[in-house]
Every structure is written in C-alpha cells, then in structure tokens.
C-alpha cells in the first residue's frame, strides 16, 4: 500500500523558516515526480513546486520562486520543501503527491498518490 506522508508543518512568524517532509513508501520513488501543493481556507489547491524523475529537475510557483526549495533523496525515498521568508498568504495544508513517470508537475489530477497533507500557519 503505497504511503505519503508529510511532517515539518506548524506555527512560523512571518519571515521564519520552515522545513517540510515527505516520506514515501511502497512505491519505486526514484520514478516518481514529486509534488508539493497547497490548500487555504476557502481556495483552491494550487501547485508549489515540483522536482523531476531522472534528472531531478526543479519547477516553482512564481510565488514561492526564490523563497522555495524543493530536494528529493531518492535513498530515503524522501522529497522535502525548505521554505524561507515565509509570508502569512502561504498559510495553507500543504500535501506532496507523487506522479509515476509524471511531467505534467503543475497540474495536479496528473498525481497518482497523494499525502494527507500538513498545517503551515504564518502569523503577521
């Protein structure tokens, strides 16, 4: 049963830091894109960021472009989001998903598992 789960999420003062990760299992992660999107109170799941199978390239959210970054270990089987200079509009669930073989990176049907997400909260 194939697992995604996220971890890293809480509480940050605008401008701080926050590392996120997920750890998947029971799937062949080296051929797996992965994803991170997020979900606020009200709005629609928009991408974030994405990091490729294979040669592991990277694609962002104009949003986050410069404040993001996405890193895969393919040892672990793990794929983490180091997000800095947080701002209170990225409060939201954030969930990776995984698509196998996958380069449609920002659209999110194209993901075969999903994680069940974790809370970021950026206070003013």
């Known amino acids: 049963q194939v697992q995604l789960v996220e971890s890293g999420g809480g509480l940050v003062q605008a401008g701080g830091s926050l590392r996120l990760s997920c750890a998947a299992s029971s799937l062949p992660f080296s051929r797996y894109s992965m994803g991170w999107f997020r979900q606020a109170p009200g709005k629609e799941r928009e991408f974030v960021a994405a990091?490729?199978?294979?040669?592991?390239?990277?694609y962002y959210a104009d949003s986050v472009k410069g404040r993001f970054t996405i890193s895969r270990d393919n040892a672990k089987n793990t794929v983490d989001l180091q997000m800095n200079s947080l701002k209170p509009e990225d409060t939201a669930v954030y969930s990776c998903?995984?698509?196998?073989?996958?380069?449609?990176?920002?659209?999110?049907?194209?993901?075969?598992?999903w994680g069940q997400g974790t809370q970021v909260t950026v206070s003013s």
């Open positions: 990091i490729s199978w294979g040669s592991g390239s990277t």
């Open positions: 998903a995984a698509d196998f073989l996958g380069y449609n990176y920002h659209i999110a049907h194209s993901y075969d598992y």
